[in-house]
């Protein structure tokens, strides 16, 4: 004979209701565990922001900063945009888990904020973010985005010329607006920065103020006059300048011995995208007066 059971009966089983109290349990808990897991990361990712402020970091780009991060991130989403606010709270999460010392967790930190002020700030001019494919998830694969601004963090961590900092963070911000620098291009000038010292880029700071400099026969000098050894490490940055694609040869013809540099396209993109005109006056002042110096030993 069929055994038939009474379904009210049957919920109502101390069995059953004991199954489904250690149900609500489990699901309270894991419920509570992912919040606790949230608040962690979210307590990690301050860590940084804070230490940012110890150099130089934004107090407009931390507040920003700490609210996408939180409970609030839909609020500073709207400050920055939606696709920026996702993409710079998964990505500060993650960075925020790898071990760091003091100094570099400010380094990030004001990497961080720096460029969320500045994207807020170019927002709030009336400009929209790039429409193209920069902010989409890729099939198996992440934003584009995404790996611009965590390999910019990454390398930022281990900058020690601090001065570069807002240089960094304003190519990611910059980057977030053009459609026109790719990805290649975005990671290409992301790893020529990261070669270059804080003088060189003064170097640019120069050059973007001038139309050219000629360097007529600064090569053969160099070798022969003893006097300018004491500039011998500036030729070489300057060279490096050069052979990075960042100036090159004007006027007609090329020669092996470079008679006259100027800023070349690659050169004035990377100046646009890092803000240029923000470096020191006083840092460019430097550069001016080092030339006129190396000047005056081929005068005589």
């Known amino acids: 004979m069929a055994v ?17 109290r250690g149900n609500n349990k489990k699901i309270v808990f894991n419920n509570l565990t992912e919040k606790k897991k949230s608040s962690v990361k979210f307590k990690k990712l ?9 150099i ?16 609030v991130g839909a609020i500073a989403g709207a400050i920055v945009g ?11 999460t993650e960075i925020s888990e790898k071990i760091m010392g003091p100094r570099e967790q400010a380094r990030v930190g004001a990497t961080y904020t720096l460029a969320l002020e500045k994207i807020a700030k170019i927002i ?11 902010f989409e998830v890729q099939e198996n694969d992440r934003s584009k985005s995404e790996t611009i601004l965590e390999g910019t963090l990454l390398k930022v961590r281990n900058e020690y010329e601090e001065k570069k900092i807002r240089c960094y963070s304003n190519l990611l911000a910059n980057l977030s607006f053009d459609n026109s620098i790719n ?13 270059l010292s804080y003088r060189q880029i003064a170097i640019l700071a120069y050059f973007s103020t001038i139309e050219d400099l000629s360097t007529q026969n600064w090569m053969i000098s160099f070798k022969d006059k003893a006097d300018l050894g004491k500039y011998q490490d500036f030729y070489f940055e300057l060279m490096d300048i050069y052979n990075k694609q960042l100036l090159k040869q004007t006027g007609g013809g090329i020669s092996m011995s470079a008679s006259s540099l100027g800023i070349s396209p690659l050169g004035k993109t990377m100046c646009d995208l890092i803000g240029i005109e923000e470096i020191d006056d006083n840092d460019t002042l430097q550069i001016e007066n080092t030339i006129e110096s190396i000047r005056e030993i081929l005068r005589k």
């Not at 301050?46 to 110890?54: A, L, R, T, V």
């Not at 130089?56 to 409970?71: D, H, K, Q, R, Y």
């Open 4 to 20: 038939r059971f009474n379904l009210v009966e049957t919920r109502n089983h101390p069995l059953h209701l004991a199954s489904n």
């Open 46 to 54: 301050k860590i940084i922001i804070d230490k940012g402020s110890e």
């Open 56 to 71: 130089g970091g934004s107090v407009a780009g931390s507040t920003i900063g700490l609210a996408i991060a939180g409970p």
């Open 82 to 92: 939606p696709l920026v606010g996702a993409t710079f709270k998964k990505v500060g």
């Open 124 to 134: 709030d001019t009336g400009k929209k973010v790039r429409n193209d494919d920069f």
């Open 183 to 195: 990805f290649e291009k975005g990671n290409t000038l992301l790893r020529i920065l990261e070669q």
